[in-house]
């Protein structure tokens, strides 16, 4: 009995003080205000910053104060606040938010049987749409997304604007590319992907942009050019007056109505120290 | 150096920890959804399978055999591993902030890993192995979880690109992979005679 309790009291005291001593040794300083910054994130653990999780972006952020527009489910003052911790101050400027640019109007190539995800359909000789560069629609996005905003109606993904948090996780996976991130104030947006010639693009689509520079030609502010086979849109020199989204024979251009910048919705930052 | 080799081959296929002796099953399903992860985790219990085995064998010939207390064994033997993680864990914390970072939780989770605690037990209870027996012994039953784990991964990855029954979805159908695998390590059985 006396032996047990001595060899187990003694083996244990001897790890204590051990552990005691090298737990003094092998201390780590730890920056308090990594602490302060990850108190303030919300531990989602969503990797939109592109790090591998809130506590890996806050020691980032520490160090680089210039990653704190990163994080996409802060808002505008929280950001302040992690201003404030790290001694800078935060300018806010537009949110971002996810667009499908997709009618969804393809011809279909060939009958699809394989696995049901865009990823693996896209890898079997690019999709089984003619058009390479069309909405797939197996909502690899809706899986992906973290804020229950992307549902599938009609087989094209619908995005809730006001859940959506411009996280761009869905623009990330989409293996055709078809989900752009546009700031708020975007004021026409474009329908269509594909930099085909204008008689390719016309026979495989139904509904997708045809290059018939209508809108070049109305636009009158000659905001609008071709590139690509696409318009390209100046947003600056647009003033949303809808003439090219009327005149538009495939109604591939939308006038886009800005979500509130609100101060509940995350907006991006600019750091001026 | 004949006896070794068994020891090795014996470890690692014939009686594979995971997959004939049942130890250490929790990690093992826990852990084994990715190759990258089963890989880390597989070496932090190769690291401290061997190192704790080595320190108990010490500790169990040389403390507790002169005392006649062999049978408290289990509770030193649980004491020296904590209290061997928790060391590990505070010196790779100290040099190696990067390789802290990728064993993460795994590190802390081997303290609990009933396949250590087995093998020190094994060594000294079951076999009475040397102390270069008992340590070759910890380490290539190690690299036999490792096996193990990195198996289950692959086929568990590859699994998930295929349409599952709803019922068996996860962990059950992780159970019957396991099994199926085990079922092929006894082919190994006859090895040894």
Redesign the interface.
């Known amino acids: 009995m006396i032996?047990?309790i001595?060899?187990?009291g003694i083996?244990?005291f001897a790890?204590a003080i051990?552990?005691i001593f090298?737990?003094r040794k092998?201390?780590?300083q730890m920056d308090a205000r990594v602490e302060q910054v990850r108190g303030t994130l919300p531990g989602l653990d969503c990797g939109a910053c592109g790090f591998g999780g809130c506590n890996?972006y806050a020691s980032a952020v520490v160090k680089d104060p210039s990653l704190v527009c990163a994080c996409k489910q802060i808002d505008a003052d929280e950001r302040k606040e992690i201003g404030k911790v790290l001694g800078i101050d935060v300018k806010e400027t537009m949110p971002t938010f996810a667009r499908l640019s997709c009618t969804g109007g393809s011809n279909v190539a060939f009958e699809y049987r394989g696995?049901?995800?865009c990823a693996?359909a896209a890898s079997t000789v690019g999709g089984f749409l003619e058009c390479k560069y069309g909405c797939l629609g197996f909502g690899d996005c809706v899986e992906v997304c973290a804020f229950d905003a992307i549902r599938m109606v009609d087989g094209l993904p619908q995005i809730d604007k006001k859940k959506c948090t411009g996280c761009a996780q869905c623009v990330r996976i989409c293996p055709k590319k078809v989900i752009k991130l546009q700031p708020d104030d975007v004021k026409v947006f474009l329908f269509c992907n594909s930099p085909e010639p204008a008689r390719v693009k016309a026979r495989m689509c139904k509904k997708g942009c045809i290059a018939c520079n209508i809108c070049e030609r109305v636009c009158p502010v000659h905001a609008i050019k071709m590139v690509n086979n696409l318009p390209e849109i100046d947003q600056v020199t647009c003033t949303a007056c809808g003439e090219c989204v009327e005149k538009c024979p495939r109604h591939v251009l939308e006038l886009a109505k800005p979500i509130s910048i609100s101060s509940t919705k995350p907006t991006e930052a600019q750091v001026t120290t | 150096m004949e006896n070794l080799l068994a020891i090795v081959i014996s470890a690692v296929l014939i009686n594979n920890v995971i997959l004939t002796k049942f130890l250490g099953l929790c990690s093992f399903f826990g852990i084994s959804s990715r190759i990258r992860n089963s890989v880390m985790m597989g070496l932090a219990v190769i690291f401290v399978m061997t190192c704790s085995s080595m320190l108990t064998w010490v500790?169990y010939y040389y403390?507790?055999a002169p005392?006649?207390?062999e049978y408290?064994r289990i509770?030193?033997f649980i004491?020296?591993i904590a209290?061997f993680v928790?060391?590990v864990e505070?010196?790779i914390?100290?040099f190696l902030?990067d390789i802290y970072?990728a064993f993460g939780i795994y590190l802390p989770l081997i303290t609990v890993n009933c396949a250590i605690l087995g093998v020190t037990l094994i060594n000294v209870d079951v076999e009475g192995y040397s102390f270069v027996a008992s340590t070759v012994n910890a380490l290539a039953t190690g690299v036999g979880y490792l096996l193990a784990i990195i198996l289950m991964a692959g086929i568990r990855t590859r699994l998930e690109?295929?349409?599952q029954p709803k019922t068996f979805k996860g962990l059950p159908l992780a159970f019957i992979i396991a099994a199926l695998l085990a079922l092929a390590f006894q082919g190994f059985s006859g090895m040894g005679s």
Do not use: C, N, W
């Open positions: 032996e047990e001595a060899v187990l083996l244990g790890f051990g552990l090298a737990s092998f201390a780590v890996d696995v049901q995800s693996v | 500790i403390f507790l005392f006649h207390v408290i509770v030193v004491l020296v209290t928790q060391l505070m010196i914390r100290k902030p970072r690109l295929y349409e």
